[in-house]
């Protein structure tokens, strides 16, 4: 079975404070992505990376960054946390190098900024 | 630009009835995927299905099924049977190259016993 693992559920930071979530899968998969889920939103893109060391902007990347040293681990960067990024964020990976492969999601960290 | 419209904000049902999601999407491109996902309230999105635009087959698995008709643009879901255990937010979602998945806004099932 595929696994996609992040580092937290829940996360509690303060304004100004540089957040990392982690992300690990254990299938070998090319892509790996980071969504974020809002209510009346739904998800969206953030960044993605088909490769180690490659990353490709999503559709809502500003106040982000990623960073992909390996293969199995992406991880989503917050440099100064703001109030406006509490929300659900969600990392996929799926396998393949068109990137049309299924993405499989892990179990997501909801972070709130105070 | 690519895009899913997921009407349905939210179904109740009671537990035994069918439930049908709607689910249509616009997309220019000739060859795409279509899913559906599904998130209890644990917040994990569970895989159900992956469908592409050349195969257009319905699936059954189960108590689940798929109807997918490209004359429509529509790749609709139905639960037959409901079960509590059903109740769950259910994405549909459009992928064209490169894998950037584009979902709907989903639709909350709440199947009550």
């Known amino acids: 079975d595929v696994k996609v693992t992040q580092s937290s559920r829940y996360l509690v930071k303060r304004t100004g404070e540089k957040v990392f979530l982690e992300c690990v899968q254990d299938m070998d998969h090319e892509n790996m992505f980071w969504y974020r889920q809002d209510p009346g939103l739904g998800l969206r893109l953030i960044y993605f990376s088909y490769d180690v060391k490659m990353k490709e902007k999503g559709d809502i990347p500003e106040g982000y960054s990623v960073s992909r040293e390996k293969k199995e681990r992406f991880s989503l960067i917050l440099e100064s946390a703001s109030t406006n990024q509490t929300s659900m964020y969600l990392c996929?990976?799926?396998?393949?190098?068109?990137?049309?492969?299924?993405?499989?999601f892990g179990p997501g960290t909801r972070l709130t900024v105070l | 630009a690519q895009k899913v419209t997921q009407a349905q904000t939210e179904i109740s049902v009671v537990e035994k009835e069918d439930v049908t999601l709607d689910c249509v999407y616009e997309t220019r491109d000739t060859t795409y995927y279509l899913f559906w996902y599904k998130q209890p309230p644990s917040g994990e999105l569970v895989f159900l299905i992956r469908?592409?635009?050349?195969?257009?087959q319905n699936e059954i698995s189960g108590r689940y099924s798929w109807n997918f008709q490209k004359s429509t643009s529509s790749f609709n879901f139905t639960i037959t049977a409901s079960q509590v255990v059903d109740s769950a937010v259910y994405f549909c979602a459009l992928t064209g190259s490169w894998g950037k998945l584009q979902f709907g806004a989903g639709t909350q099932v709440v199947v009550t016993p």
């Open positions: 469908r592409n635009s050349f195969d257009e």
């Open positions: 996929a990976s799926s396998r393949g190098q068109t990137g049309t492969d299924t993405q499989y």
